[in-house]
């Protein structure tokens, strides 16, 4: 497997009177075979378009010439769409985009998926229309801020490069009619087809998480590899404890049906995993709150967040669970050169690698927390690429199913969203044309 | 006032028995009365630095003639630091940089906050040491990570530039002697003072929030300006009733005690105040999280978590309270073309400004969390600018203070971070150096 999960340190035994006592926890993990037996059936039947995405290879090669295209022509591709519309390509982007452009060279990919009005005036300000393509998602093709955000941006582009502008914008919605996909034919847009049955919170696989990190350079294969392996371990398992998603669903239900758990902690030592915690968020919260249930997942960085929200973990209300995820990282980066400041209260530094140091953090932080009877599970990678992060893909992926199952509720709508989309578009219907200027 | 708080759909007369009952709200806002007595008391016998700050001007000046330095001579600006000697500066600096480059030009401002080994190759690789400034901020001169990422960058601009370098590194810290300190005088670098008495999460007010920002072009007069405002007004108020943060930490600490809101989330429409709300995340849950006290802070952002963590907040557990900062942005932003796609499916959005989407889907929102019973503050603001930014930070750190003092811890310690640091110190020291390489 492309990583270990470590979960000693959510039980009694370790931590505690906080901690799960192991029959709390064994009577949860017996609850979720159904859900298991409910994965492998869909598998089998292909029922659930999800589980047969890691071993497609025939839908990678379409994208990857849309890709090089899109590298190739432009400086800036800019990518519209909001929610599991954006936050699958922002995940994979960030392994080859570590803030200073892509890695290989080639265009620069940007996701915006808000509709503020000042960040659209700077974004047309600053970038080139010549060198600017579009990539523009949305499962429905009617989501209103992205429909708004690319009309916005096709007017802009037209206006340098008339109507062969469309030429450089891609669509990815689904096959039947809808606004977006009528736009995209009405000016010559490249159209790739959404998976119906895949909603945006689980696209990260398909081409919607793909294409904007293509573009990058991503190896979509590998992070299909590691997914796989992690979705054919649960597959094959007699019993959810040797599935390791299972496990962790179990971990999480019986810490809040126990122990009060009303938040859970995602917190990455790693910056490339920032954006993977803030799709976990998305992932977790739609899935699971309804009806009353779910817990609130929190996005963290560590070491960042040791210097913001660590104070609150360790001393205040005792209503959460941690899950850190390490990598290996002590032997990497640049050294640090203790010559320069030839100080003895440095020379705990001096020589070290700033690889060592955070690893010598995260660890720390989960003996801390450990110490201070919070239950922390840790997910140790080796190494952070694209087959360790498919796998951490698929596993919480797996895991937030089965955790939906044990909480009674379905993982894959969200009605209350609906309803909320449904007032803004009645509020904006009501309200008048801006004043042509 | 710069903003205006709108309270009333967090109590029972509007939302039903989610809300507070008044009786409820009154009880604890008349407790706030003694924090706020301890307020002027400490402003008048300024035995508080902080709310001596607005109305400072003396140390404007040098800190402006750094900026202007850095940003006429660096190509790039990398401030180091974590925590609150990060946050405020990344809060202020987004009123000048949104993801394009600063505004007027000059230097682009990078704030780097953790010792990812990996961030740090791409760092140096990306950017020319000849063009690169850093401003390295650590209150006690002592934070490792600080000093890590401080040795690295050193040594990296040594090699360019040889032991001219430390011209282009400037320092913040306490006047005592430190590593930070020592080292900044040994390679000739510019040091500014950190007040000793403003711990880093309510510094944004002094240089280590405002110098960063100021290389991008901040007014920092209009930020104090904005601040003061708020200020009078509290230190004014004959009851607690005439404060905003007071009438806020009342509200947060009500519904905490009678209802149950374990988390608070903070949720601005404007992307320029995500950075904002992240402050906010710190300067909460470090000042009230301890001794078991305390409730979680979520930094949310609208419209985009409309599509990610919406479902949760209308549909999950009844366990928060919410803030939407709101701003009058309707008439803002590129109109949207509606003769691109003459769909009827369209019209709605056609001749529309992108500001009157944002604006809609905000209210929308306010109104959809009321209707589903969960307590909702609204704070609107009708320009983002300096001004309102520092009406908003002055607002958040009173009502944090009352907050605390309603909770009965101290808001300016953070124990358990120490504890933390402590230990990750140690594992630090027990480590044997890398091998030379």
Same mark, same amino acid.
């Given at each position: ?108 990919? !940007? ?5 503020? *009005? $000042?960040?659209?005036? +700077? #974004?047309?300000? /600053? =970038?080139?229309?010549? @060198?600017? &393509? ?103 398992? !007699? ?5 390791? *998603? $299972?496990?962790?669903? +179990? #971990?999480?239900? /019986? =810490?809040?049906?126990? @122990?009060? &758990? ?176």
């Amino acid at each position: 497997m492309p990583y270990e999960q470590i979960t000693e340190r959510c039980f009694a035994s370790a931590i505690g009177p906080s901690g799960l006592a192991r029959e709390e926890f064994d009577r949860v993990l017996a609850e979720a075979a159904p859900a298991l037996d409910a994965l492998r059936r869909a598998h089998d039947g292909r029922t659930m378009p999800l589980l047969a995405l890691p071993a497609r290879r025939d839908d990678l090669d379409p994208a990857r010439r849309v890709a090089q295209r899109l590298a190739r022509e432009a400086a800036d591709v800019v990518v519209l769409g909001t929610g599991g519309s954006s936050l699958g390509g922002q995940t994979l982007y960030a392994l080859c985009d570590q803030g200073f452009g892509p890695k290989g060279g080639g265009a620069r990919v !940007r996701f915006h998926d808000n509709v503020d *009005p $000042a960040t659209f005036e +700077a #974004l047309t300000a /600053a =970038l080139d229309p010549a @060198k600017t &393509a579009v990539i523009a998602i949305s499962k429905s093709g009617t989501t209103a801020e992205t429909l708004a955000q690319l009309l916005v941006l096709l007017a802009w582009a037209r206006q340098g490069a008339g109507s062969a502008a469309g030429g450089r914008f891609v669509a990815i919605t689904e096959a039947k009619p809808s606004p977006l996909r009528r736009l995209a034919e009405a000016h010559g847009m490249t159209v790739l087809d959404h998976d119906p049955q895949i909603g945006g919170r689980y696209s990260v696989l398909s081409n919607v998480g793909l294409l904007p990190a293509m573009v990058g350079g991503l190896d979509a294969q590998r992070v299909r590899l590691g997914a796989s392996e992690v979705l054919k371990e649960t597959l094959a398992a !007699r019993d959810p404890s040797e599935s390791a *998603p $299972a496990v962790g669903a +179990a #971990l999480s239900v /019986a =810490l809040t049906r126990y @122990k009060g &758990a009303g938040t859970t902690v995602l917190m990455p030592y790693a910056d490339r995993l920032e954006r993977f915690a803030l799709w976990f968020r998305q992932l977790w919260a739609e899935s699971l709150g309804k009806n009353g249930a779910g817990t609130t997942p929190i996005r963290a960085v560590g070491t960042v967040d040791q210097h913001s929200q660590l104070q609150l973990y360790l001393d205040g209300p005792r209503d959460k669970m941690y899950t850190l995820v390490l990598t290996g990282c002590a032997g990497e980066g640049p050294e640090i050169d203790g010559s320069l400041g030839a100080d003895p209260e440095l020379a705990y530094l001096a020589g070290k690698k700033m690889g060592a140091l955070m690893d010598a953090e995260g660890r720390a932080t989960v003996e801390t927390l450990a110490r201070h009877g919070r239950p922390v599970r840790v997910i140790h990678i080796d190494k952070l690429e694209e087959r360790t992060l498919g796998a951490l893909l698929m596993h919480f992926m797996l895991e937030t199913i089965v955790a939906a199952r044990l909480l009674g509720v379905d993982p894959f709508d969200q009605p209350a969203v609906e309803e909320g989309k449904e007032i803004a578009r009645a509020a904006l219907a009501g309200l008048a044309p801006a004043a042509s200027s």
